[in-house]
């Protein structure tokens, strides 16, 4: 019997050897799928515009944003109707020096109402367009009035660390009304004028209702993050933390179940001659919304900006040992913006602002800030990602609610944002596994 069983038995041999040999290679192929086609698959210096969206479309202007995975230069090349194509740069970059962004807003300004306009965007000085064709937007027809009467939304964006984002992309849409956009402060905080916003078609402005649902999106740094708050929670919108989705719909209507309509005002920073303002049509709130209370600041020159009365005058005094003092007028949308006239030094500063209310009733606001020192805080590279095909969307963001009448739970402390994937290639790969295998089997059991 040992002679008959020896070459049986010599067969094994190769046979387990190839079974591990074919398996070691489905290994090595599913590895390099999974690396290839999942990982980041674009060149490391992808500078391909993404998330491209036209906001803050206005009778003589509108505006261009979108996303790189890598830093890059930013514009945007109107074609037609003009003979000339010319260029606008991105807002940052009003001194004529282009500098390199993870988020890139363009506004073109001085259009004429109702005119089809084309563009290029430009990235890195490369051309990029709709699918071999120029994108395509329509001002919108002037209105007559003095738009809906909301009042600013504003907030403050920060990292998974809690530090503040600077240059975040926050898009902001009104439920059936036009999307907006902005860019995050060197605080992390932002601000947005909702008074001349209009409906999805541009035909009218915004109608000024108690309760208007409101999408958030903030896009930075190959990151997002979701919120769906309304027009009685966005004065100021919770801090948001990237990565993360909000729902701050009942955050003040809870707090006011039980109250009377006295005691439904809400309370604004700490003010001389009125501690609290109320949220109404008839109240226009006076604030100071950057710098933030506590910020720490890169920028030695930042952007000092709030809330006030339309065509009031608002004092700003700057700084601590040195204090410099200006003045600056409320624009027609609510807000009034301020850049001291001199450079800061590092260290803890501080700015007051100083207006009046709707009453007549002076408000003072104080905020306290801190300059770092050149070099202190540096913002990381953007990691790489694939180079995608840049995707037009002109219409509004999405809304998360399921209808206007539910009544969702709050999630203040913010969800992980879904990620997409599919298990298609996956599948494919065992299959294809299973196959060399039992190839494998039958060709070393010859």
Same mark, same amino acid.
Do not use: C
């Given at each position: 019997?040992?002679?008959?069983?020896?070459?049986?038995?010599?067969?094994?041999?190769?046979?387990?050897? $190839?079974?591990?040999? %074919?398996?070691?290679?489905?290994?090595?192929?599913?590895?390099?799928?999974?690396?290839?086609?999942?990982?980041?698959?674009?060149?490391?210096?992808?500078? %391909?515009?993404?998330?491209?969206?036209?906001?803050?479309?206005?009778?003589?202007?509108?505006?261009? %944003?979108?996303?790189?995975?890598?830093?890059?230069?930013?514009?945007?090349?109107?074609?037609?109707?003009?003979?000339?194509?010319?260029?606008?740069?991105?807002?940052?970059?009003?001194? +004529?020096?282009?500098?390199? =962004?993870?988020?890139?807003?363009?506004?073109? !300004?001085?259009?004429?109402?109702?005119?089809? =306009?084309?563009?290029?965007?430009?990235? &890195?000085?490369?051309? =990029?367009?709709?699918? /071999?064709?120029?994108?395509?937007?329509?001002?919108?027809?002037?209105?007559?009035?003095?738009?809906?009467?909301?009042?600013?939304?504003?907030?403050?964006? /920060?990292?998974?660390?809690?530090?503040?984002?600077? $240059?975040?992309?926050?898009?902001?849409?009104?439920?059936?009304?036009?999307?907006?956009?902005?860019?995050?402060?060197?605080? $992390?905080?932002?601000?947005?004028?909702?008074?001349?916003?209009? &409906?999805?078609?541009?035909? !009218?402005?915004?109608?000024?209702?108690?309760?208007?649902?409101?999408?958030?999106?903030?896009?930075? /740094?190959?990151?997002?993050?979701?919120?769906?708050?309304?027009?009685? &929670?966005?004065?100021?919108?919770?801090?948001?933390?990237?990565?993360?989705? =909000?729902?701050?719909?009942?955050?003040?209507?809870?707090?006011?179940?039980?109250?009377?309509?006295?005691?439904?005002?809400?309370?604004?920073?700490?003010?001389?001659?009125?501690?609290?303002?109320?949220?109404?049509?008839?109240?226009?709130? %006076?604030?100071?919304?950057?710098?933030?209370?506590?910020?720490?600041?890169?920028?030695?020159?930042?952007?000092?900006?709030?809330?006030?009365?339309?065509?009031?005058?608002?004092?700003?005094?700057?700084?601590?040992?040195?204090?410099?003092?200006?003045?600056?007028?409320?624009?027609?949308? $609510?807000?009034?913006?301020?850049?001291?006239?001199?450079? @800061?030094?590092?260290?803890?500063?501080?700015?007051?602002?100083?207006?009046?209310? /709707?009453?007549?009733?002076?408000?003072?606001?104080? &905020?306290?800030?801190?300059?770092?020192?050149?070099?202190?805080?540096?913002?990381?590279?953007?990691?790489?990602?694939?180079?995608?095909?840049?995707?037009?969307?002109?219409?509004?963001?999405?809304?998360?609610?399921?209808?206007?009448?539910?009544?969702?739970?709050?999630?203040?402390?913010?969800?992980?944002?879904?990620?997409?994937?599919?298990?298609?290639?996956?599948?494919?790969?065992? @299959?294809?596994? @299973?196959?060399?295998?039992? +190839?494998?089997?039958?060709?070393?059991?010859?």
């Amino acid at each position: 019997m040992t002679p008959l069983q020896a070459p049986h038995q010599g067969m094994r041999i190769p046979t387990i050897m $190839g079974l591990i040999l %074919v398996i070691a290679l489905v290994g090595v192929v599913i590895a390099l799928f999974e690396k290839f086609s999942r990982g980041p698959t674009g060149a490391a210096g992808s500078t %391909v515009p993404q998330d491209i969206a036209i906001t803050n479309i206005a009778d003589k202007s509108f505006t261009v %944003v979108w996303t790189t995975p890598n830093p890059a230069t930013g514009a945007v090349t109107i074609l037609s109707p003009k003979h000339t194509p010319s260029t606008a740069f991105d807002d940052r970059d009003m001194t +004529g020096t282009l500098k390199s =962004y993870l988020t890139h807003s363009v506004t073109i !300004r001085s259009l004429t109402p109702g005119t089809s =306009y084309t563009f290029r965007v430009l990235s &890195n000085g490369k051309n =990029y367009s709709d699918q /071999n064709k120029p994108y395509m937007t329509t001002t919108a027809p002037t209105l007559s009035g003095e738009g809906s009467g909301l009042e600013p939304a504003y907030g403050s964006i /920060n990292d998974s660390a809690g530090s503040p984002v600077a $240059g975040a992309l926050v898009l902001v849409t009104l439920e059936q009304g036009q999307i907006l956009s902005t860019l995050s402060s060197p605080s $992390g905080t932002w601000l947005l004028s909702l008074g001349f916003a209009r &409906n999805t078609s541009l035909s !009218r402005y915004q109608r000024s209702e108690e309760r208007i649902t409101e999408t958030i999106r903030v896009l930075y /740094n190959n990151q997002q993050s979701n919120a769906i708050t309304d027009t009685l &929670n966005d004065a100021p919108v919770p801090t948001m933390l990237l990565g993360k989705t =909000y729902d701050f719909r009942k955050q003040q209507a809870s707090a006011q179940k039980n109250t009377t309509v006295a005691q439904t005002k809400r309370e604004s920073p700490s003010v001389l001659g009125d501690t609290t303002i109320a949220k109404s049509s008839s109240v226009k709130v %006076v604030s100071l919304t950057s710098p933030a209370q506590n910020a720490s600041l890169t920028s030695s020159l930042p952007l000092i900006s709030g809330t006030g009365i339309p065509g009031k005058k608002v004092s700003v005094v700057v700084g601590i040992t040195n204090p410099t003092s200006g003045t600056t007028t409320v624009g027609n949308d $609510g807000i009034w913006r301020y850049t001291p006239p001199q450079s @800061l030094g590092a260290g803890k500063q501080s700015v007051t602002a100083t207006s009046v209310d /709707n009453r007549g009733k002076p408000v003072a606001i104080t &905020n306290t800030f801190t300059i770092l020192k050149s070099g202190t805080q540096v913002l990381g590279d953007a990691t790489p990602s694939a180079s995608l095909t840049p995707t037009f969307t002109p219409t509004p963001v999405a809304s998360a609610e399921a209808s206007p009448s539910a009544t969702p739970t709050p999630q203040l402390e913010g969800e992980p944002v879904p990620t997409s994937g599919t298990t298609l290639p996956t599948i494919l790969l065992l @299959l294809i596994g @299973l196959t060399m295998m039992t +190839g494998g089997v039958v060709l070393f059991s010859r």
